[in-house]
């Protein structure tokens, strides 16, 4: 299913294609992004963009400020200075939860840990948010989550609870329950770094899908392969600032700065 031309109206007047940007907009911006835990700098001066299609894959050492920007995007994290634009829109982290929802609710967020409602069913998981906040009618909201656990190769356990699931199982089903909000680009948190290694490559997979169907995506992780194989740009982070950033072949082979050579130097060796 290509979400772009199969979205299910937001009411009866206005869907997502209608709110689509032309090829090439600016989904995402930032300018001199700071951020502080007590006295530690996080974030320094993040200049950062990512266009509608566009896979940005963020590596970099633990600690090196990924998370904390991509949390910061949708008002997680609140930054301390700079401008965070949502499709132009300034994201204010000052207004109240209700008066960001708008914003934030363009961009769909995959947690490390899934962050399912053990009380719910998988398909209620996924349908939740339509119904509350975008307002889907049931019968439209069953048929996008049902369409989407399709997708993600889960619909047999429409009716299953998460306990019954795999790590693997959980994590594909936060994706489409990211899905059914119809945002305009999908944040991933180290989407498989709580999974056991068996398990990974079922989310990479469901992860390449979205890509090569032209999805807008921010990823921050650790597989290597799949930020060189998959994304659009690789930007390198360390100590809570953007080293360098670029196409993935030529950055992987050829980086310019010390610190980027420094760290693929300790990856590189277990790709093939």
């Known amino acids: 299913m290509n979400l772009e031309s199969e979205q299910v109206p937001i009411n009866g007047n206005v869907s997502p294609q209608d709110l689509a940007p032309v090829e090439g907009d600016i989904i995402i911006r930032t300018e001199n992004l700071n951020k502080y835990f007590g006295d530690k700098h996080v974030l320094k001066d993040i200049h950062f963009e990512v266009r509608r299609r ?3 894959a963020l590596i970099g050492p633990s600690g090196s400020g990924k998370s904390t920007l991509i949390r910061c995007l949708n008002a997680l994290e609140k930054a301390d200075s700079g401008d965070i634009y949502i499709h132009g829109e300034r994201l204010n982290p000052n207004l109240s939860v209700k008066q960001l929802s708008p914003i934030r609710r363009e961009l769909g967020m995959v947690f490390q840990n899934f962050h399912l409602f053990p009380h719910m069913t998988v398909l209620q998981n ?3 948010a339509p119904l509350l906040v ?3 009618s049931k019968e439209q909201a069953v048929a996008l989550g049902e369409s989407l656990l399709a997708k993600v190769g889960l619909l047999e356990k429409r009716d299953v609870y998460p306990s019954r699931l795999s790590g693997g199982q959980k994590q594909r089903v936060a994706i489409a329950r990211a899905l059914a909000m119809q945002p305009r680009a999908l944040l991933f948190d180290e989407p498989t770094s709580a999974l056991d290694p068996e398990l990974v490559g079922e989310v ?3 992860m390449k899908d979205l890509a090569y ?3 807008t995506m921010v990823v921050v992780t650790h597989e290597m392969q799949f930020a ?3 994304s659009d740009r690789v930007v390198f ?3 809570g600032s953007i080293v360098e950033e670029g196409d993935p072949d030529e950055l992987f082979r050829h980086p310019k700065e010390k610190r980027t050579q420094h760290f693929l130097e300790r990856v590189l060796s277990v790709l093939p």
Request: glycine share 4%; proline share 0%.
């Open 228 to 230: 060189r194989d998959v």
């Open 213 to 215: 169907e032209g999805s």
């Open 204 to 206: 990479l997979k469901v």
């Open 126 to 128: 996924v349908i939740e």
């Open 134 to 136: 975008r307002k889907l």
């Open 237 to 239: 982070m360390s100590d």
């Open 54 to 56: 566009e896979v940005v």
